[in-house]
């Protein structure tokens, strides 16, 4: 999958998100990192956190284009 049809599905989840990246970690198409910074994350567990982007990643984790996802979350303010 390309990354910047991840990016793109991130970005519709997290419009305001200070820092959103994905990475490609072995050039393979289906391991990625993603690294999101957001202010929606504020008062949210880590664990609360990383179920939203999985949720706004769902249909490629669901079908099997995501075989590994390392996820780095990050709270900000405004």
Do not use: C, W, Y
């Not at 305001?16 to 567990?45: C, I, K, P």
């Amino acid at each position: 999958m390309p990354v910047d049809r991840l990016e793109s599905l991130l970005r519709d989840a997290f419009p305001a998100a200070a820092e959103l990246r994905v990475e490609d970690r072995t050039g393979g198409g289906d391991h990625f990192q993603v690294t999101v910074a957001s202010d929606r994350f504020d008062g949210l567990t880590l664990l609360d956190q990383h179920r939203l982007v999985n949720e706004a990643l769902a249909e490629p984790l669901r079908d099997g284009t995501i075989h590994e996802l390392r996820i780095k979350t990050r709270r900000t303010t405004r």
